[in-house]
């Protein structure tokens, strides 16, 4: 096998050949020092990656980027957090993993928080998932009902557009489900499965054009001229399918999104940390980031996720001065009440960054509030998955009531050296009091 070709099987749908490719490269390839960056938020293809990355492909190119540590977050499931945590075992880097999804918060429910256009609904995640849930447990309880309600939810998506396009109707198990690898379609799947339907169904690209006009209220020699840019056209059929004004866009069902308070439930029972997600200040649920802060504080979430990249970029000067004023709100009402925050940059679609360039003058005053969040959550996850001591946890608690002096364990074990397969191994036959020592005496 070469080089290239296990790069390639990376990507694949079973997740022996993936890890099999993996420790193959882990011996064949250099890896740089790692340098200051990461991304610690990365969709794999268990939810949608714009390049169809595999939680194992995510961390291969993090490592041979030399970032320091990178985080999957994946749409409503939890099925790459024991791959991407042994995939950064044989790599040497450091990893989390988190899952996002949406809950509705009853406090905001007359406003829009960060889902546009769905006034109390919260994109919300869980952070430092370690493991996965033990069988028959709440926490494996949980997961399926995420998974359930979020299916409910995409493939009600899928009905509402082949009512309104029966031309183009695709057939759930022809057409989507081959495109994913845990039969778990996302809206971004949904919409790339109706472009390939009608393809098939208008082979001749005016054709196609004319009919794609009448829906995307775009003319068909725009749609022509588009049409190459695959991912730009995608988004363009997001729009015109699934977002509001589109054909299967439908106001959202406050029943389908489970409340705020269930979600932290099921989170903190598997031992992981609720985590506020923050679009960039300037919807009215998200304006005032002190009410905010204190309000999801007040509903036990305790961390900040933040995609610094459209935080500091606006359409206009005048967009941007305030997107930046609105991030130093945000970052000093954390700072405040000592959440960590972490960033990343999602690489669910074409177009955002690889990583966040922190070391770039505009991320000065957060570079090490930023770095900090990172080691904490790689801290969080070595000493829950070995040592019984999630952050929130018991141990915890009595041992680090104080939040700084918590903050400080966490993060110095997380910028410790990232754990080889072999350490993995000894501290898993350790028992967990001896793992918390050893990891305990590791610190930076």
């Known amino acids: 096998m070469t080089v290239n070709e296990a790069i390639s099987k990376l990507d694949d749908f079973s997740l022996e050949t993936r890890l099999g490719a993996l420790e193959f490269l882990a011996?064949?390839?250099?890896?740089?020092?790692?340098?200051?960056?990461y991304n610690l938020h990365c969709h794999s293809f268990f939810s949608y990656n714009a390049n169809g990355w595999s939680p194992s492909r995510i961390a291969y190119e993090c490592r041979k980027a030399g970032l320091f540590a990178t985080g999957l977050c994946d749409f409503?499931?939890?099925?790459?957090?024991?791959?991407?945590?042994?995939?950064?075992?044989?790599?040497?880097?450091?990893?989390?993993?988190?899952?996002e999804t949406r809950a509705f918060i009853s406090e905001l429910s007359a406003v829009d928080i960060n889902s546009p256009g769905e006034h109390g609904v919260a994109y919300t995640m869980g952070c430092g998932f370690f493991r996965d849930p033990l069988p028959d447990s709440p926490e494996a309880?949980?997961?399926?009902?995420?998974?359930?309600?979020?299916?409910?939810?995409?493939?009600?998506?899928?009905?509402?557009?082949?009512?309104?396009?029966?031309?183009?109707?695709?057939?759930?198990?022809?057409?989507?489900?081959?495109i994913t690898p845990r039969r778990n379609p996302t809206e971004r799947h949904i919409i790339s499965a109706f472009r390939v339907r009608a393809n098939q169904v208008f082979p001749d690209a005016a054709a196609r054009a004319a009919y794609w006009s009448k829906v995307a209220k775009r003319t068909p020699d725009e749609l022509l001229a588009l049409e190459s840019n695959i991912p730009a056209f995608e988004e363009l059929l997001r729009s015109a399918l699934a977002k509001r004004g589109?054909?299967?866009?439908?106001?959202?069902?406050?029943?389908?999104?489970p409340p705020i308070e269930s979600l932290v439930g099921w989170i903190k029972?598997?031992?992981?940390?609720?985590?506020?997600?923050?679009?960039?200040?300037?919807?009215?649920?998200?304006?005032d980031a002190e009410r905010l802060v204190e309000l999801m504080v007040s509903k036990e979430f305790a961390a900040m996720n933040i995609i610094p990249d459209r935080n500091i970029r606006g359409k206009t000067e005048e967009?941007?001065?305030?997107?930046?004023?609105?991030?130093g709100e945000l970052v000093a009402a954390c700072v405040k009440r000592d959440l960590p925050v972490i960033i990343g940059t999602e690489m669910n679609k074409h177009g955002l960054p690889?990583?966040?360039?922190?070391?770039?003058?505009?991320?000065?005053p957060?570079?090490?509030?930023?770095?900090?969040?990172?080691?904490?959550?790689?801290?969080?996850?070595?000493?829950?998955?070995?040592?019984?001591?999630?952050?929130?946890?018991?141990?915890a608690v009595a041992e680090f009531a104080s939040l700084p002096e918590r903050n400080a364990f966490y993060a110095a074990v997380g910028r410790a050296a990232p754990l080889t397969v072999a350490q993995a191994a000894e501290l898993r036959a350790m028992g967990t009091e001896r793992a918390f020592s050893w990891l305990s005496d590791s610190r930076a």
């Not at 990172?374 to 070995?386: D, E, F, I, P, S």
Request: aromatic share 8%; glycine share 10%.
């Open 354 to 364: 690889f990583v966040d360039d922190i070391t770039a003058e505009v991320y000065a």
């Open 141 to 178: 309880a949980g997961t399926a009902r995420e998974r359930a309600n979020a299916q409910s939810r995409n493939l009600g998506l899928v009905q509402r557009i082949n009512a309104a396009l029966p031309e183009v109707a695709i057939d759930i198990e022809r057409d989507l489900m081959p």
């Open 27 to 37: 011996g064949a390839e250099s890896f740089p020092e790692a340098g200051p960056l």
């Open 319 to 327: 967009q941007t001065r305030l997107k930046l004023k609105k991030l």
């Open 366 to 395: 957060y570079r090490k509030i930023f770095t900090d969040g990172a080691y904490v959550l790689t801290g969080h996850t070595k000493l829950a998955r070995y040592a019984n001591a999630p952050y929130l946890g018991a141990r």
């Open 246 to 257: 589109g054909v299967g866009y439908k106001d959202p069902d406050i029943s389908a999104f």
């Open 269 to 287: 029972a598997a031992g992981a940390i609720p985590t506020c997600a923050w679009l960039d200040g300037t919807s009215d649920g998200e304006a």
């Open 76 to 99: 409503d499931v939890l099925d790459g957090v024991e791959e991407f945590i042994k995939a950064g075992e044989i790599l040497g880097i450091r990893t989390a993993a988190h899952v």
